[in-house]
């Protein structure tokens, strides 16, 4: 078989390296490590000739929809963020960069794109059995106040998200005071000065990621004109879901195993799924996730979590992603044992509130077509 490097593959198919990294990762294109430097790696030149066929064939406008929803093209433009050249980006920035260098609330005014994110202290916390159960109660509580968004300025939606983001914080959290929500959070767990940077970071790169299911839902409902509490919890319906934000209870039982030296048994187990449900692999990050790259590095290199994320990669192959990373954090600090969902559910918020502010600024209601299968 011939194989190329990826320039030339690039210049075959017409495309920029990030999209021939893509198309490997959804096994379009088989790729091997350069046998002569091994810091690179060579595409199967058969395999671009033959996407390059099925490229070249007319295909039906369904046909092209349906591959578009399945991690395929962009089925919505936004200007708010989107995965590129190997990291994500936010309105620009790169998301390791806002983490070294932002507030929780900094990254949610830049995401809103306004000056300021203010969330006031609030008391009278919902309870539940879960950060997720508690999480929709708190935002089911402000559906039947607040206005829709239709016909609001993204100025007025925006003036909301303080309130929201407190609401989650507390239902995930408990009454949390007042100050920065990520001092809040480590008030809470005894997190220490270290244990707060590290929510601070968490919450920063868990705050968008382009239209993963949670934002799309959001997106849907904020096209209605729905408020914005509505339209938040249609996102962490979404979100509670074990393929979405729910990774992260069977992300920590992969890691644990790993440290017992109970791997195998575990994926003998857990057959089944594939890594990407515990936490390794990602279609949109071939070469690693950034946003874990940037957790790990928070942890020492003896950790026993760290190690664990090290040794479960090497024996999978694959690198972890934001939700390895998520459930190692956790598991050094010491935190509570839904700290990973509680930070992914209040981190992700502020995207919501943006997708939403931006969804409904469009004017556009999302009204797929169905495809009718008979039997």
Known sequence: MNWLDAQSACAL????????????SRHKIRARTDPNDSRHSLYAKHDIEGLLRKMRRPRARADV???AIRWGDPVLTTAISEV?????????????DCAEQMTFEQMAAVLFD????????????????????????????????APPMQGQSPAQIAAQAGRRLSVITGACVGNTGSGPLHDRIAAVWGAGARGADTIRRC?????????????????VCASTGASLPAALLAGMATLSGPRHGGVADLTGAALRATRDGRLATFLDDNAHQAPYAY??????YPAGDPRAAHLLAR???????RQAVISASSHLGLP???DAALAAVSTHFNWPADAATTLFSIGRTAGWVAHAIEQVSSGEMIRPRARYRSG
């Open 203 to 219: 919450l920063v790169l868990l705050s968008d990621h382009e239209l993963n299911p949670s934002t799309f839902a959001v997106r």
């Open 65 to 67: 929809a349906r591959a």
């Open 13 to 24: 198919l017409g495309v920029k390296a990030q999209t021939l990294y893509a198309y490997v």
């Open 320 to 322: 972890p992603n934001i």
């Open 114 to 145: 306004t000056d300021e994110v203010t969330c006031p202290a609030l008391q009278d916390n919902p309870v539940g059995a879960s950060s997720f159960v508690r999480a929709m109660k708190g935002l089911a509580r402000d559906v039947e106040a």
């Open 299 to 305: 942890l020492p290199q003896s950790s026993p979590a």
């Open 279 to 284: 936490g390794f692999g990602h279609q949109l």
């Open 84 to 96: 590129r050249d190997g990291t994500l980006w936010v309105r620009e920035r790169a998301i390791e």
